[in-house]
Nanobody, 124 residues
Framework: QVQLVESGGGLVQAGGSLRLSCEAS????????MGWFRQAPGKEREFVAS????????PYADFVKGRFTISRDNAENRVYLQMNSLKTDDTAIYYC?????????????????WGQGTQVTVSS
């Protein structure tokens, strides 16, 4: 059974940092791209960051460039999202996703597995 489990969310003040982690189980995801998406209350889910299978291509949404960093540890079957300089607008449920190809992607259609999400709340 394939599972993606996110952790590391919580409540943080604006300007603070959080590190999200996504642990994959049930298969190895090292050959596949991985991504983070988020969904704020009343809004559609949106792309945050992605990483290809070997960690060399890491596209980001414009609104997180310079603040968030995606990384992966293929030996541990994990992907991370380091979030710095958090803003109240970053409040959302953050989802980890596993791709169906080796490349990184901004598009949900390129992802076959999704986690349940972890809540990130940034207070002013």
């Amino acid at each position: 059974q394939v599972q993606l489990v996110e952790s590391g969310g919580g409540l943080v003040q604006a300007g603070g940092s959080l590190r999200l982690s996504c642990e994959a189980s049930g298969r190895t995801f090292s050959p596949y791209g991985m991504g983070w998406f988020r969904q704020a209350p009343g809004k559609e889910r949106e792309f945050v960051a992605s990483i290809d299978s070997n960690g060399k291509m890491t596209p980001y949404a414009d609104f997180v460039k310079g603040r968030f960093t995606i990384s992966r540890d293929n030996a541990e079957n994990r992907v991370y999202l380091q979030m710095n300089s958090l803003k109240t607008d970053d409040t959302a449920i953050y989802y980890c996703a596993a791709g169906t190809r080796s490349y990184s992607s901004r598009f949900e259609i390129d992802y076959g597995y999704w986690g349940q999400g972890t809540q990130v709340t940034v207070s002013s």
